[in-house]
């Protein structure tokens, strides 16, 4: 893999880190579309319930709290589980052609900035914040740095070719 600006089609740090947000939007719906045709997994701590947690973990805290207050006002799982996927496809969408376009470099800067926010977030000792348990914030929390240094190696590759890049040359006399 090769990091910095996408050129012909490669998978750029910012690409990889949009999509991890992606699947962890993911793993809550398939936690509810196999729990609901199997009830008993609802009662028991099973690996579907540890990537429900560590997907809700991973996602940003404020996505994750407008899903909960969706949750409480609809009172169903698959609603949410439905509305985060939703939201997720279209993140991913709106994310390639941003990055894409002109503004590429501000918005990865953008985007560590709020992952960077996000991090710092985690800390704050507040109630709602550590929900799901250490075991599934620590991976979620590690996922979400990984995140920030793959843009940050963006940055960074960009960087680099910038400097590496010939200086014009003033030839007129």
């Known amino acids: ?43 028991r701590k099973t690996v579907l319930s540890y990537l429900f947690s560590l997907g809700v973990c991973t996602i940003p805290r404020p996505v994750a709290l407008g899903a909960a207050a969706l949750y409480r006002h609809a009172g169903g799982e698959v609603l949410f589980s439905m509305v985060l996927v939703a939201a997720a496809l279209l993140y991913g969408l709106w994310m390639n052609r941003l990055l894409r376009s002109n503004h590429g470099r501000r918005v990865r800067v953008i985007l560590a900035v709020l992952i960077g926010l996000d991090l710092i977030a985690r800390f704050l000792p507040l109630g709602f914040l550590d929900a799901f348990g250490l075991s599934a914030e620590l991976p979620a929390f590690l996922l979400r740095a990984g995140c920030l240094v793959l843009i940050l190696l963006d940055l960074r590759a960009e960087k680099t070719a910038e400097n590496s890049r010939p200086a014009p040359t003033n030839s007129g006399a």
Do not use: H, N
């Open 1 to 43: 893999m090769k990091f910095g600006v996408s050129i012909r089609g490669r998978l750029t740090g910012a690409d990889l880190a949009v999509r991890i947000v992606q699947i962890a939007a993911a793993l809550p719906l398939l936690y509810v579309a196999i729990v609901s045709g199997w009830l008993s997994l609802a009662t």
